[in-house]
């Protein structure tokens, strides 16, 4: 809901956390007045969304130019809301967001006259085009800081004055208008597929699971960990890894699962004896993770579909087996960090029962798990989000109307009619009219029904949350694409590709190991979206171009740009933890590392076993077939996390002696890749380390 008045100082900048809003904005929308007009706007950006994506009334680029207005007026708004000390401040942040809006609508004004005159814009155009990108530049560097604008702004100066750099980096050369006008009136700028992306699919997930986290799926994901883990030996930290896995399903942003779940388990781990780095660095790992966790992926998987042109379902199946894994490594960490400091678990009287908390909200999974059986069915990722958040209004609602009957007999009739009415609704189909006149029957009910009324209040502040929150993914998707229009005009891409191939001519581990660096060096300033979407439009060919399979190419660009979030100096996962743990985010980061290490080798197992992604082209299938690689593939996988495990923690079933750890990393070393005799090695060896820990163990231990 609206934030108390008492809750803002009305006389002084709002305080936030890090130098910029990349990690979200504060709670409430600013001060008393201006509070108002931020919630509208993101109220009437919500509403604007969900029409064009329930009708597709409007041509697809008046939609992006829109969505891009938007952004822009709710960036600047929000900004000076919570960072100007005067209403002139706040007042000039508006002004220059309805200038920015106003370019978006440029769009739609002059729709028909812009494709009339395409490749010869007017005065009127380039002014237009011009000050669209200033904004741009200028909202994402007050959003996110001046990593990702420089980044950006370096491009744009090669696109202008590359032709006088020597060969083989100098182009042909571009004029003034050429640029502006491919950069803010095509398809392969501003208004590319990341925009286009982020328009449609984005922003309906992202309200999907606005709505969800209203309706109580936190703490039920919360519960069910508890009674799940909570009693086993660390199982706090084991209920952290847990419960931030199930979190990424609804949400695809690390830093919001670390400042949402992380406050519960972080203090929780520290008072079980995990140390505070520990802690943090667990949610940091396991809330980063949520974006490879289908089905929403912290929206790249949209994007990976666009740039591929294959079925989200393809993107989602591929992800499953990889972030089981990851999450699979992050279990293993902390339950070895566990044994090695003799950490127990929480009393019974601590634990909430598991079954009684899934009986209690079970029919919250029913969206969940529609979205996820559509996605694997073929559906588009529209029709599945729109069936999805249409299930999730309608159990909301029933569930506030619900509330004013007495009777048990009257609630299940009216939830076994409403099941019926749905069901007959969508047997034929979608169709969006008569969803939207069941869910206007069930909001007149609420309006009248006793809580139903807060119910409805609730609801609207998601729609306008969900604008606040698209805000920081949508603004890179659109300045990344400075970076998009300048390599597809220069083609200076092929050049990177160039080097990556040469390298990979003489050995694909090392031209692996290139696009490690550079995604992760990339993703050190930004953030994952624009980090996945240069690497893999600068690597990615050049890998598949090695042999490697285009889908695992992109997964690997992905992978490492997510573990840049980890990864000091700037380990923004971290950051987002070190208040609530009072640790360094450093001392967090290198713990993050450390716990994460799966999330780096991973990746590197898919290249030379594609069959972890259920993709084809591993050497294996020849031998034992497709799903017989798939199954060695994981099982090779879990054996590499393992050993890695025992090397990052120095615990199996006692303390291992440094010795003990280095072989245990040659071990997860040699099953890593596809090298001579790297399996007849690594297995051996690994066996032989594990037996000598079972032989060294204390007398009457349990097997880890």
Not at 198 to 203: C, G, L, P, Q, V
Not at 629 to 644: D, E, H, N, R
Not at 652 to 671: D, H, I, K, N, Y
Request: net charge neutral.
């Amino acid at each position: 809901m609206l934030q108390p008045e008492t809750t803002i100082d009305h006389h002084a900048a709002v305080k936030v956390p890090f130098d910029n809003f990349e990690h979200g904005f504060p709670e409430g929308f600013g001060p008393r007045g201006w509070r108002h007009l931020a919630y509208g706007v993101g109220i009437a950006f919500a509403t604007f969304q969900l029409v064009v994506a329930a009708w597709n009334v409007l041509p697809s680029q008046v939609v992006r130019g829109v969505h891009v207005g938007f952004l822009i007026l709710l960036t600047f708004g929000l900004i000076g809301n919570f960072t100007a000390k005067t209403g002139f401040g706040r007042a000039l942040g508006w002004i220059v967001g309805g200038v920015g809006f106003l370019c978006g609508l440029y769009q739609w004004i002059f729709y028909a006259d812009l494709i009339a005159r395409d490749g010869d814009p007017t005065r009127l155009d380039l002014a237009v085009g011009t000050l669209l990108a200033v904004l741009i530049f200028e909202g994402t560097r007050r959003l996110m800081g001046l990593a990702l604008p420089l980044m950006c702004g370096a491009c744009l100066l090669y696109w202008f004055f590359g032709q006088y750099l020597p060969a083989p980096l100098n182009h042909r050369g571009y004029d003034f208008d050429q640029v502006i006008t491919h950069l803010s009136f095509g398809t392969e700028g501003f208004y590319g597929v990341p925009i286009y992306v982020s328009a449609t699919y984005i922003f309906l997930f992202i309200l999907f699971g606005s709505f969800l986290e209203r309706a109580g799926m936190i703490q039920l994901f919360t519960d069910v960990s508890l009674g799940l883990f909570g009693g086993t030996r660390g199982g706090p930290a084991k209920v952290a890894v847990f419960a931030s896995g199930m979190m990424g399903t609804i949400s695809g942003s690390g830093v919001a699962n670390v400042v949402t779940v992380g406050q519960f388990t972080i203090p929780l781990m520290i008072r079980f004896g995990y140390r505070r780095a520990f802690a943090a660095g667990v949610e940091a790992t396991a809330s980063m993770g949520g974006q490879i966790m289908p089905p929403v992926m912290g929206a790249v998987a949209f994007i990976m579909a666009e740039t591929l042109g294959v079925d989200y379902s393809v993107i989602v199946k591929a992800a499953v087996i990889p972030a089981l894994l990851y999450f699979a490594s992050a279990f293993w960490m902390v339950h070895l960090e566990a044994g090695k400091h003799g950490l127990v678990g929480m009393s019974k009287a601590e634990i909430p029962s598991a079954w009684k908390a899934l009986v209690n909200g079970w029919f919250l999974v029913l969206p969940l798990a529609a979205l996820v059986y559509m996605l694997f069915e073929g559906f588009t990722p529209l029709y599945a989000g729109s069936i999805g958040l249409s299930l999730t209004v309608a159990l909301i609602l029933g569930a506030s109307i619900v509330q004013g009957f007495s009777s048990n007999a009257v609630r299940f009739i009216f939830w076994i009619g409403l099941a019926l009415i749905a069901g007959a609704v969508l047997r034929d189909g979608l169709n969006i009219f008569a969803v939207a006149g069941i869910v206007g029957v069930l909001v007149l009910f609420s309006a009248v029904s006793r809580g139903g009324r807060k119910t409805l209040v609730d609801c609207r502040d998601s729609l306008a949350d969900s604008a606040k929150s698209a805000l920081t993914v949508g603004m890179a998707c659109a300045i990344v694409g400075t970076i998009i229009g300048m390599m597809t005009q220069t083609g200076v891409g092929t050049i990177f590709g160039g080097w990556v191939i040469g390298l990979g001519e003489k050995s694909l581990f090392l031209a692996l190991v290139m696009t490690m660096l550079l995604s992760i060096l990339l993703g050190t300033g930004i953030p994952t979206i624009p980090t996945y979407i240069i690497t893999a439009a600068l690597a990615a060919p050049a890998l598949a171009k090695l042999g490697v399979p285009l889908l695992v190419s992109h997964m690997f660009a992905f992978y490492y740009g997510i573990m840049a979030d980890l990864s000091p100096p700037v380990a923004l996962a971290a950051l987002a933890a070190a208040p609530i743990a009072k640790e360094s985010p450093d001392k967090i980061g290198w713990e993050a590392m450390r716990i994460a290490l799966a999330g780096y080798v991973i990746p590197f197992i898919a290249v030379y076993s594609p069959a972890l992604m259920l993709q084809p082209g591993d050497p294996m299938t020849a031998k034992i077939g497709f799903y017989g690689a798939v199954v060695y593939a994981s099982v090779k996988a879990l054996a590499a996390i393992g050993l890695f495990g025992m090397a990052a923690i120095g615990f199996l079933f006692t303390r291992m002696s440094v010795l003990e750890r280095l072989v245990a990393l040659a071990a997860g070393l040699l099953l890593l890749g596809e090298f001579p005799y790297s399996d007849w090695v690594g297995y051996p060896l690994g066996l032989a380390i594990l037996l000598w820990q079972w032989r060294l163990r204390p007398r009457g231990a349990v097997a880890a």
